[in-house]
């Protein structure tokens, strides 16, 4: 089974903020995508996002066929990155779905959602109590634009994973 996870927060308070990206990018993507695929977005709190995962990888074609989009604070807005076997990189939602299938071996398509300066360097929130405020903030419309821009590619980059494979689709849109 094809299954793209789209990791966010339930309830209508977070349903716009920066760390629901991943249930947004699913809106913006289920009519695009070309391949027969199952969209799931939990509807635990990213935390617990790997209890809700878990109980649908049954094999390993199951895990080879998983697609988790969310969001990351360390890449620009309007940038994605598919990545592969890595670590959580401090998502706790994708930590969480690691510890339940025990495995970092799937697919993930990162999006960023970090303002940048005019010369393009990230503008990172300093401290904890900061990050945290801002992923739990709303996108600006402007922000939320080009969101709906980038899920485009996206879409393209869920289709070629599915179609020519995971290498394929990192040498195109990484």
Request: proline letters at 4%; charged letters at 30%; one cysteine or more.
């Amino acid at each position: 089974m094809k299954l793209i996870v789209g990791l966010g927060n339930p309830g209508e308070q977070y349903e716009n903020t920066r760390h629901n990206t991943g249930r947004i990018i699913i809106g913006m993507i289920e009519d695009k995508i070309n391949t027969k695929v199952k969209f799931l977005m939990p509807d635990s709190f990213m935390n617990n996002s790997g209890k809700v995962v878990a109980p649908l990888i049954k094999s390993k074609k199951d895990l080879s066929d998983l697609v988790v989009i969310y969001d990351d604070v360390d890449l620009p807005l309007g940038k994605i990155k598919i990545s592969f076997n890595r670590s959580s990189g401090g998502h706790n939602g994708v930590g969480s779905i690691i510890k339940h299938l025990k495995t970092e071996e799937f697919l993930r398509i990162r999006v960023g959602i970090c303002p940048t300066t005019p010369t393009g360097k990230l503008k990172k929130p300093k401290g904890e109590e900061a990050v945290l405020k801002f992923l739990l903030g709303d996108f600006k419309k402007e922000e939320i634009a080009i969101l709906k821009k980038e899920s485009k590619k996206i879409a393209e980059a869920v289709d070629t994973i599915y179609d020519g494979g995971k290498d394929k689709a990192m040498s195109l849109f990484n």
